[in-house]
């Protein structure tokens, strides 16, 4: 019974840094599934604890984006930067717009800077995309996007 706590708190409390970074906007999965795997966690654990950190704030975003912008912009000190960040959004947002949830899957998917889960949720709550289509093509995109970057990270080995 021991050995399977000592198991358990090692992978869990050790892997839990991981999904936190990944959880973060801006490193996200794209910095920690390389982390993870030059700390020696295997590289399919990785894989899984990154995905499900990249995903956690998701839903969060989608779901209260669009009433926190509503109400920051409402306030003069904080209306200039919201309205940067929306033009920002919408800028990155054109190819989403042409080909809609695919587009934003492809998006999510694509390990570059500024293409990430948090930016698709933004475009998505932006574009006023439907809710739980919206989360399952940023899942998709995450979910590649990890694949993607585990394939790289095991080949840079």
Do not use: D
Request: aromatic fraction near 10%; glycine fraction near 8%; proline fraction near 6%.
């Amino acid at each position: 019974m021991a050995t399977l706590f000592q198991m358990l708190s090692k992978h869990f409390l050790g892997g839990i840094r991981y999904v936190w970074i990944a959880a973060l906007p801006v490193s996200e999965l794209r910095v920690a599934i390389p982390l993870a795997i030059h700390a020696g966690v295997n590289p399919f654990e990785a894989l899984a604890l990154c995905v499900i950190g990249n995903l956690l704030p998701v839903l969060p975003l989608l779901w209260v984006f669009q009433p926190v912008t509503s109400w920051l912009r409402r306030h003069a000190a904080l209306k200039r930067p919201v309205e940067w960040m929306w033009a920002s959004n919408l800028r990155k947002s054109r190819s989403i717009r042409a080909y809609g949830l695919v587009g934003l899957a492809v998006f999510v998917a694509i390990p570059a800077p500024g293409t990430g889960a948090w930016t698709g949720a933004i475009i998505a709550s932006l574009l006023k995309m439907p809710f739980w289509s919206s989360a399952v093509a940023l899942s998709m995109g995450v979910v590649i996007a990890g694949i993607i970057v585990t394939a790289l990270s095991v080949m840079a080995l």
